[in-house]
């Protein structure tokens, strides 16, 4: 068989209707033909790469890759089965053109291929999204959603966007390659799970995002918890994920505004443990703007000296004096005045700053003591709230031990609060560490908890603190308040002292004492106050004694 016959045979192995072209070994020379050849590839013998390089059409970027993937066609080194590129045309719109270059071997001497344009479906296969759809190269993902809500007016369309909670925990756990799997099995999982009609990509690190046509919110529920399901289990790795939904209302925003919406919505439910789907509305975006407001002002706030410990009184109810006190934070804003701690607390345990102003506060309490005992004062322990991210490991134990050293004063004038933890065998570990270092340790909440009756079991705690939500809800009828009762006598019983919180009453504060607590912390007797008034507080007990 000539060359000429071959030729016409490898030609007739080519689909119809799409751009065709072989490759001859001996000569090293590419032959293109195919009445819908993009400009670029007109020639009748060329070398590819200079063929592209002039004609200007191609990205700089996509030659590079372009040249290593015709010098292996060139030189013969194919693999067995189709060998593949993906590069990027420039057009008269903003966005580029695609195409796929597909090469098989045909037999020692020849190679034979095609190439034409890629389908929107194509380009967001998983095999070019990592690298072109990702936070390196947005404008392509961005580019097909435009396009697809400009078209298609008919559907309504919403945007999910979703990461894995706590990644960076199973990259720790069980190393970057495995974590690194799990994230191609979800874009796997993506590719097969979403239809022609949604778009997908990973946008970066573990944040992926979905835009899908929609008839009804349940619709949009019903498949974020399929893809949930078919998403989670990967090699029995248990992890959770936190999706966030915005309905686009308005096609004329850019599609990185409405996904940047979705991830408003995502980043609501990260530390909700009830629920793991958020829904865009204005108000998030308020919050959201507050909460960067906040935490781009945390770390100047604690180097100003902006954090001021308060102290809220604990009283004896029979003998109405203070026998201890409660330290707990307030933000002295220079140009917003006083900030209400719900709105920065939550905001400082979600991001782990918490642990920093904790530990400056456990000083500030050190340093108040210290102050007290060369004063010649008698001072009454102060409490100190350590917050559950502390639990995680024996550090913080570490770091308060050194505190008590350096302002050498006696251990049990530093109490520590910590909130009922049985649910958490390692912070229980830690609770457990801390009593064994002689520390006073208060149950903080308890009532407001499931698991309070299970902790008195085996509890490490030597006081147990009454929740003011169980207080103010249980006083409200007879047998809430023999629940009470009969919860301050089985404490009692078993050798664990109470004190109760929230108290804003006189007729609370007789109830309690008749039920055998003789401790009280609330409004009754005094609200959290700056250190100065806290001592005047002092001073008139002192007096009137």
Not at 41 to 54: G, R
Not at 303 to 314: P, S
Request: proline fraction near 3%; charge should be negative; glycine fraction near 6%.
């Amino acid at each position: 068989m000539d060359a000429n016959t071959n030729r016409e045979k490898l030609k007739n192995m080519i689909l119809s209707g799409k751009t065709y072209f072989y490759i001859d070994y001996a000569y090293g020379t590419w032959y293109v033909d195919g009445a819908n050849a993009p400009q670029f590839m007109i020639s009748d013998e060329y070398n590819p790469v200079e063929a592209i390089q002039k004609s200007g059409a191609v990205y700089d970027d996509d030659i590079t890759l372009f040249e290593s993937f015709a010098q292996n066609v060139s030189s013969g080194r194919l693999g067995a089965n189709v060998n593949s590129i993906c590069f990027r045309v420039k057009s008269d719109v903003s966005e580029p053109t695609w195409y796929r270059l597909n090469v098989r071997i045909a037999d020692a001497f020849m190679a034979v291929g095609d190439i034409d344009k890629m389908t929107e479906r194509e380009i967001m296969d998983h095999s070019i999204l990592d690298y072109y759809t990702n936070d390196r190269q947005p404008k392509i993902y961005a580019g097909i959603i435009e396009k697809r809500l400009e078209e298609d007016i008919e559907n309504d369309y919403a945007f999910i966007q979703f990461d894995i909670k706590n990644f960076k925990l199973i990259n720790d756990k069980y190393g970057e390659p495995v974590g690194t799997e799990l994230l191609n099995y979800i874009n796997d999982t993506l590719r097969i799970y979403c239809t022609d009609r949604q778009i997908y990509s990973r946008l970066s690190s573990d944040i992926f995002m979905v835009v899908t046509p929609y008839s009804s919110p349940d619709e949009i529920e019903h498949f974020i918890r399929g893809l949930e399901k078919r998403m989670s289990g990967y090699k029995g790795i248990k992890y959770d994920f936190a999706f966030g939904v915005y309905y686009v209302f308005d096609r004329k925003l850019s599609s990185r505004i409405m996904g940047d919406s979705a991830g408003i919505a995502r980043s609501v439910v990260k530390g909700n443990v009830l629920e793991n789907i958020g829904y865009y509305n204005d108000s998030l975006k308020t919050s959201l703007k507050h909460r960067k407001e906040i935490e781009d002002s945390m770390y100047p706030a604690l180097e100003n000296g902006e954090f001021v410990m308060y102290l809220q009184a604990k009283y004896s109810i029979s003998d109405n004096v203070i026998i201890g006190a409660e330290a707990l934070v307030r933000w002295d804003h220079p140009t917003k005045g006083l900030i209400p701690p719900g709105d920065f607390i939550p905001v400082f345990e979600r991001d782990g700053f918490i642990i920093k102003l904790d530990y400056y506060i456990w000083e500030c309490a050190c340093k108040q003591l210290r102050k007290w005992l060369d004063l010649g004062y008698e001072p009454v322990p102060i409490s100190v709230n350590v917050s559950r991210l502390h639990l995680k490991s024996s550090e913080f134990i570490d770091s308060i031990e050194g505190l008590v050293e350096k302002y050498d004063m006696p251990k049990h004038l530093l109490e520590l609060e910590i909130t009922e933890t049985i649910e958490n065998i390692n912070a229980n570990e830690m609770v457990q560490e801390a009593k064994k270092h002689g520390f006073t340790l208060l149950m903080d909440d308890f009532g407001s908890g499931y698991s309070s009756l299970n902790t008195l079991k085996s509890t490490p705690f030597d006081v147990l603190k009454i929740d003011r939500s169980f207080l103010s809800s249980f006083m409200e009828s007879d047998r809430g308040q023999k629940i009470i009762s009969h919860t301050i006598s089985m404490s009692q019983d078993i050798g664990l002292d109470l004190i109760a919180e929230g108290v804003e009453t006189k007729e609370q504060a007789e109830f309690l004492y008749g039920c055998g607590c003789n401790a009280a912390q609330g409004f009754y007797y005094s609200k959290p106050v700056p250190v100065r008034d806290f001592e005047k507080l002092m001073s008139n007990q002192y007096a009137a004694i």
